[in-house]
């Protein structure tokens, strides 16, 4: 006689063994969407970090990760400190928008986000948001302390540009 091969998950479910092919991919969506759950727990675990790290101070913050759209609140000191949460969590790989549902203690203006495109710098996009390519120390500073380097942006980062008295 001998031994003899079967394919293991083929064939009849006698005795209620094993499970059909619907219960088997159930199971794995579970599993699947239970490992997504907790690598966005840990990435908003990993950002949290980070914005400790840069100093960023903010009272309770919470961050959530649903797909792509990343969710903050908190209570930020000021209108800066807000934005650059947001830049921080945004700026990050896989984040493709942020829900804003940050309070602030100190009321500021606002300030706008510009998206780095191929070819710019920072002077250059002094020259268009300020008309002053020399205002770049003032991009430069308002992106502190994510930016160590007012030479190495990159494309699709998006930067703080600040309101300035003229």
Do not use: C, W
Not at 14 to 20: E, H, L, M, P, Q
Not at 41 to 70: C, F, M, P, R
């Amino acid at each position: 006689m001998g031994l003899f091969s079967f394919i293991k998950n083929a064939g009849a479910k006698v005795f209620g063994i094993g499970k059909t092919d619907e219960e088997e991919a159930a199971e794995a969506a579970a599993e699947r969407k239970a490992e997504i759950e907790a690598a966005n727990k840990a990435a908003a675990a990993n950002l949290s970090e980070t914005i400790g790290d840069l100093g960023l101070e903010i009272d309770n913050l919470h961050i959530s990760i649903s797909g792509d759209v990343a969710t903050i609140t908190g209570k930020a000191l000021n209108q800066a400190t807000k934005e650059k949460i947001i830049l921080v969590v945004g700026n990050t790989a896989g984040i493709a928008s942020v829900d804003d549902q940050m309070d602030v203690e100190n009321k500021e203006p606002e300030a706008r986000f510009y998206t780095v495109e191929k070819g710019d710098y920072l002077s250059k996009i002094a020259k268009k948001m300020y008309g002053d390519a020399m205002k770049y120390p003032v991009i430069f500073e308002a992106n502190k302390p994510m930016l160590k380097d007012p030479d190495k942006i990159y494309p699709g980062q998006v930067l703080r540009i600040p309101h300035i008295d003229e």
